[in-house]
């Protein structure tokens, strides 16, 4: 079976539908079909600042979630990044192979610093990417799933496993990006051309999978749309009405043309009533499971014990060999 790796930080108390969308139904249903590894990646989680006791709070809460949305510790390795010291250790040996230069291209850090004042943004930060790198490569993942904002660091790690195998032999596995194009960027609900996300979005732009259902409702009903009466599938031209449908589709498992077709000749107001529904089911169970989930944290605690153990087979092994290639003399 081929191998997968992807990650979420816990850095709220929800996950959000794009993350949902863009990046964990995917996990779920590569489950069945790749050898995967899953973690929370609670390294990146201190990179602009946290509250230690929220951060353990919030690295419960994803796992939690995780759990909640579908992942079956049976079928796949779901950990806690800081429980596998390799990924550090791996990041500091990717970090002496990457440009200072090629880091200071990653957008999301030019974005994220630019917010934060660039004299502020913490080193951690910066090497973000190189910590991913090392996520990625520790397991000699084929396929990593995730949302299209992560393209550029794929890229990256792509280049820095080329160039690694290049100077030191072969040794890792060149991983490729799975993103699903229709769900690759959920979009503020507030701000269509924009991607729902935690750190920019308003709070009437962004739907959290544990926040109270009924907001959720009143969020979609009040999403901006766009001029013109026609539901139709039209990023470009309909950037609202296109991010509605692609959130109904993925939820309810119906095509696109199919709601087209349902909803030919029918205003804005119904289809957003009816996605508001399709909404509000879909996360009630998902609420219900993850409290049944933190309902047990000795249990829970526990199986993210027994992933990490899982995790380490393989991250020790790659680790090993990296040391070895690129000449650290091996302890006695
Ligand atoms: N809007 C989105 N559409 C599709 N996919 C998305 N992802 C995030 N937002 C969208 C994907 O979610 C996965 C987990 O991402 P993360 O742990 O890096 O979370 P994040 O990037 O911190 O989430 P945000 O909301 O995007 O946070 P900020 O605003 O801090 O950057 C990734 O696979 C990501 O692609």
């Known amino acids: 079976k081929p191998r997968v790796l992807s990650g979420i930080q816990p850095t709220a108390d929800s996950f959000h539908l794009g993350n949902y969308l863009g990046a964990v139904r995917n996990w779920v249903a590569m489950q069945e079909t790749h050898d995967a590894f899953y973690c929370v990646v609670d390294l990146h989680a201190i990179t602009a600042g946290h509250d230690p006791e929220t951060l353990r709070k919030r690295t419960r809460i994803s796992a939690a979630q995780l759990l909640a949305v579908g992942l079956d510790p049976d079928r796949c390795t779901l950990f806690v990044q800081s429980h596998v010291p390799e990924h550090a250790q791996l990041a500091w040996v990717m970090g002496c192979i990457t440009g200072f230069g090629e880091a200071s291209r990653m957008t999301q850090f030019k974005d994220k610093s630019s917010r934060q004042g660039a004299e502020r943004a913490s080193v951690g930060l910066f090497t973000y990417p190189v910590l991913q790198a090392a996520d990625i490569l520790l397991y ?156 047990d944290l000795a249990q829970l605690d526990k199986l993210l014990a ?9 991250s020790a092994t790659t680790l090993r060999t990296v040391y070895q290639r690129i000449g650290f003399l091996a302890p006695a």
């Open 306 to 314: 027994v992933g990490a153990e899982k995790a380490r087979s393989i």
């Open 140 to 295: 000699q993942a084929d396929q990593v799933p995730v949302g299209e904002d992560q393209r550029q660091h794929l890229e990256l790690t792509r280049d820095l496993a080329q160039r690694f195998n290049g100077q030191f032999g072969a040794t890792f596995t060149v991983p490729a990006a799975y993103i699903v194009k229709e769900t690759a960027k959920i979009t503020d609900l507030q701000d269509p051309t924009a991607k729902m996300s935690k750190s920019s979005s308003s709070p009437a732009g962004i739907i959290d999978l544990l926040e109270d259902p009924a907001r959720s409702a009143k969020k979609i009903r009040s999403a901006v749309t766009d001029t013109g009466r026609e539901i139709r599938f039209d990023p470009e031209n309909k950037p609202g009405i296109s991010n509605l449908l692609g959130i109904y589709s993925a939820l309810a498992g119906r095509s696109v043309s199919d709601l087209e077709a349902e909803y030919e000749g029918r205003g804005y107001g119904d289809l957003k009533k009816d996605l508001a529904e399709v909404v509000v089911e879909f996360v009630r169970p998902i609420q219900e499971r993850t409290a049944t989930y933190l309902g």
